[in-house]
């Protein structure tokens, strides 16, 4: 499969995202596996779990940039809307966000970057 190819996957603007990466592939891949890798979701969850707002908050903005710089648009939204925090949507804004991370962390992990 091609990163093209696994952009479409997951939602990637790919046009734009590549121009931002001035052509380079290579670091654009860099920066699928090292958002593969981030612990931020987990922090999410921890946070969600104890209903740590600023623990939320902050796990949601490290996950809505780095779906931003992807060109993520949906999982971006979905972590911007779960930065907000509002109380009594948290768990299913979490529950959102976590389905549409964990379908890109999939893409990414079956393109063996």
Not at 14 to 34: M, T
């Amino acid at each position: 499969m091609s990163i093209k190819s696994l952009a479409e996957r997951i939602g990637m603007d790919y046009d734009s995202v590549i121009e931002d990466f001035c052509g380079d592939v290579s670091a654009l891949k860099d920066s699928l596996k090292a958002f593969h890798e981030a612990e931020d979701i987990n922090n999410l969850k921890k946070a969600v779990e104890s209903m740590d707002i600023e623990g939320i908050r902050k796990a949601s903005h490290k996950i809505r940039k780095g779906a931003e710089k992807l060109g993520l648009g949906e999982l971006r939204t979905a972590a911007a809307r779960l930065e907000e925090v509002n109380a009594e949507k948290i768990p299913a804004d979490a529950e959102h966000l976590e389905k549409l991370h964990a379908e890109t962390l999939k893409a990414i992990e079956e393109e063996n970057l």
